[in-house]
């Protein structure tokens, strides 16, 4: 008799092979997985798609349609005579083709600006894919549309911004004035109503506005930048109008 007495009970350990198939099953399943996981890596570095959205491509700023050159006013003789500075790779002897149009860009206020008028924003595009508005212009009298702008152009067919030096300056949007704030206009434009105002863009001075009106030769100094109309990136000898941006 055992000395644990009649009512002992005797518990009998499993098996081993029993207890090492317990711990197969989730091995199993565990090497599969990784293996899963392994071979989504291993396709996916392989046909280079890594599941992000696509990088969407490098903004490139649009050709104008109307190629242009501009030259500094170098001096004004008392006869009329225009000097251009020659170290712009122009050649000495550029003149305005006589009967040339003298389109010009003035400084004005919102209080200057007037209803019904055809405007532009003018801006660059920057690292972000958009666009920093540099100056809104706007225009006294008819505009021209060709078609392959994304704005309105003077009777001379510029835009505004071609006498400056930015050279990567573009329309971004134009439309007509529809109503004058104290700090703002609102244009219709071909995407819809758009409210501009000038305190939201002060920095680091307040957004430039500009009329663009015809005058006369008088209108030109020295220290003036004037666009032309460009033949092979030289002044167009019979341009029908130039741009001057007075200093």
Do not use: K
Request: hydrophobic content about 45%; proline content about 9%; aromatic content about 6%.
């Amino acid at each position: 008799m055992s000395e644990q007495g009649p009512g002992a009970v005797y518990a009998t350990p499993p098996p081993s092979g029993i207890r090492a198939r317990g711990w197969l099953i989730p091995a199993v399943v565990l090497i599969a997985l990784v293996g899963m996981f392994a071979a989504v890596i291993v396709i996916a570095g392989n046909t280079g798609d890594s599941g992000a959205p696509p990088r969407p491509a490098d903004f490139i700023a649009p050709q104008p349609s109307f190629p242009t050159v501009a030259l500094d006013v170098q001096q004004v003789s008392a006869d009329g005579v225009i000097t251009f500075a020659n170290d712009q790779g122009q050649s000495d002897g550029t003149t305005i083709p006589p009967g040339a149009t003298i389109e010009v860009l003035r400084p004005i206020e919102l209080e200057d600006v007037a209803v019904g008028a055809s405007v532009s924003l003018i801006g660059e595009p920057n690292d972000v894919r958009s666009f920093v508005v540099r100056s809104i212009v706007f225009f006294d009298g008819e505009t021209v549309s060709t078609g392959l702008d994304a704005g309105v152009r003077s009777r001379g067919g510029f835009e505004g911004w071609e006498a400056g030096r930015d050279r990567t300056l573009r329309v971004i949007l134009s439309g007509t004035v529809t109503a004058v704030s104290a700090d703002g206009v609102t244009l219709d434009t071909a995407t819809g109503p758009l409210t501009v105002t000038r305190t939201e863009i002060a920095e680091p001075r307040m957004l430039p506005l500009y009329l663009l009106s015809e005058e006369d030769i008088g209108a030109i100094g020295p220290g003036a930048r004037i666009a032309f109309p460009a033949v092979e990136r030289s002044p167009d000898p019979n341009a029908d109008a130039v741009l001057v941006l007075p200093r």
